[in-house]
Every structure is written in structure tokens, then in C-alpha cells.
């Protein structure tokens, strides 16, 4: 069974930071391509950035680059999201998400798992 639960979401301030962390209970770890993804209310689930299993590949949305980096740490079966500078276009539900595949993809149904989401909002 796997299970992913993110945190570190919660109220910033315009230009702040925030780091959000999902952990995983997944086995092959290591060979599981990783995700995050973001929907705000009335909104459709978007794609904010994914890394390879080994971490050597990484994509980022555009809206994102220079801003957030991805990072993951097999040792810890965790993922991260370093968000910096922060925009109140950034407030969502963020949730990660893991594929049974070492490679990344940006389309949510690409992935098998999702985590419950931690809220990020943005104020100005």
C-alpha cells in the first residue's frame, strides 16, 4: 500500500517562503519518479514540477522556474519543495504524487498515487 503525506504548507506573506515535504511509504522508492501539482478552487489540477527517481532529472512549470526547487532524498523516502518568493497566484492545494516509473512526467495521469494535499495560501 502506498502512502503519501505532505506538509509544511501554510499562511505567507508576499515574497516569503515555504518548504513543503511528502513523505512516502514506497518500497522502490528510489525508482519512482516523483511530482508536485497544485489546484486553487474552481480550478483544474496543474503541474508544478517533477523529479526522476536517481533526482538527476528535473522539470519545472514556467510560472515556477527560479522560484521553487524540487529535491528528494531516497535515503528518507521524502520529497521537497522549497517555495521562494512566493505570489499570491501561488495559493493552492498542493499535493505530491508518485509513478511507477523512473522517469517524469508533467500529466497527473501519469501518476498512480497521490498524497491528501497541504494548503499553501499567499497573502498581500
Known amino acids: 500500500q502506498v502512502q503519501l503525506v505532505e506538509s509544511g504548507g501554510g499562511l505567507v506573506q508576499v515574497g516569503g517562503s515555504l518548504r513543503l515535504s511528502c513523505a512516502a511509504s514506497v518500497r522502490t522508492f528510489g525508482s519512482s519518479a516523483m511530482g508536485w501539482f497544485r489546484q486553487a478552487p474552481g480550478k483544474e489540477r496543474e503541474f508544478v514540477s517533477a523529479?526522476?527517481?536517481?533526482?538527476?532529472?528535473?522539470r519545472y512549470d514556467d510560472s515556477v522556474k527560479g522560484r521553487f526547487t524540487i529535491s528528494r532524498d531516497n535515503a528518507k523516502n521524502t520529497l521537497y519543495l522549497q517555495m521562494n518568493n512566493l505570489k499570491p497566484e501561488d495559493t493552492a492545494g498542493y499535493y505530491c504524487?508518485?509513478?511507477?516509473?523512473?522517469?517524469?512526467?508533467?500529466?497527473?495521469?501519469?501518476?498512480?498515487?497521490w498524497g491528501q494535499g497541504t494548503q499553501v495560501t499567499v497573502s498581500s
Open positions: 504524487a508518485a509513478r511507477s516509473s523512473i522517469y517524469i512526467s508533467s500529466r497527473p495521469s501519469q501518476y498512480e498515487y
Open positions: 523529479i526522476s527517481g536517481s533526482g538527476s532529472m528535473l
